[in-house]
């Protein structure tokens, strides 16, 4: 009995984590570059917080066209680098803006890198080529510093679409082959009716396995006071 009541608590601790991994992507469904997380979990009942961590999905959201000549959207699994107080950062999120100085820019307004460092873009018609190299008034001011990784399960989310790399620095190359599309921006990857399945399917679960624990406390409780000892 014991260890079906662990196995039934281990459940609901499962059922938790998925619930945040789901209420997660909704939030987010709106998140230009957002990638969602999947609630694929081992037991987690005295076991280590890895054990209940979820996994991200990298798929690429739908590309739209936004016609705004600073939205970038890469076509491939790249990143675009930008650099933060903490060091670089990565993201997929191609709204980009300019900031009082003249700078490119995160929605965040963090500064978007290019090969040579940050880019003082300044003022007048910004062009963005599929190498994404970037001009201003036809003239060349650097290239966007785009990404890659070997291993993707070795980034870490930070929020608003952006991550670190956890794992080690051979882990980050460069990209040739990543097309760069002007006036464009990749939207998130969740479906919001597949997620909200998704949350029905685990409340039932959760409603049993709740149920299984009560009748449990009941039976124990019964056991317990036929030994005198309620």
Not at 143 to 161: H, I, M, P, Y
Request: glycine share 12%.
């Amino acid at each position: 009995m014991i260890s079906g009541l662990f196995t039934a608590i281990d459940s609901a601790l499962v059922q938790k984590t998925r619930f945040d991994a789901i209420s997660n992507n909704l939030a987010n469904v709106n998140t230009n570059g957002f990638k969602k997380d999947n609630g694929s979990f081992r037991s987690a009942t005295f076991a280590s917080e890895l054990a209940q961590r979820s996994t991200t999905d990298f798929s690429r959201g739908n590309i739209l066209q936004t016609g705004n000549p600073l939205d970038v959207a890469l076509d491939g699994t790249g990143f675009f680098k930008i650099e933060t107080d903490r060091g670089e950062r990565y993201t997929q999120n191609g709204a980009f803006t300019l900031d009082s100085m003249g700078y490119l820019v995160t929605e965040g307004g963090k500064r978007v890198m290019g090969k040579n460092g940050p880019m003082d873009l300044g003022g007048g018609e910004v062009r963005i080529s599929s190498r994404g190299e970037v001009s201003v008034n036809g003239q060349l001011v650097d290239q966007l510093a785009v990404v890659g990784f070997n291993r993707l399960q070795d980034l870490v989310k930070e929020g608003d679409a952006t991550y670190s790399n956890a794992g080690s620095p051979d882990n980050l190359i460069e990209t040739e082959d990543i097309q760069v599309k002007q006036g464009y921006l990749e939207k998130s990857n969740v479906n919001p009716t597949e997620e909200m399945v998704k949350m029905m399917e685990m409340f039932r679960i959760y409603e049993s396995t709740q149920g299984i624990i009560q009748n449990m406390g009941e039976m124990t409780d019964k056991m317990l006071s036929g030994f005198g000892l309620e």
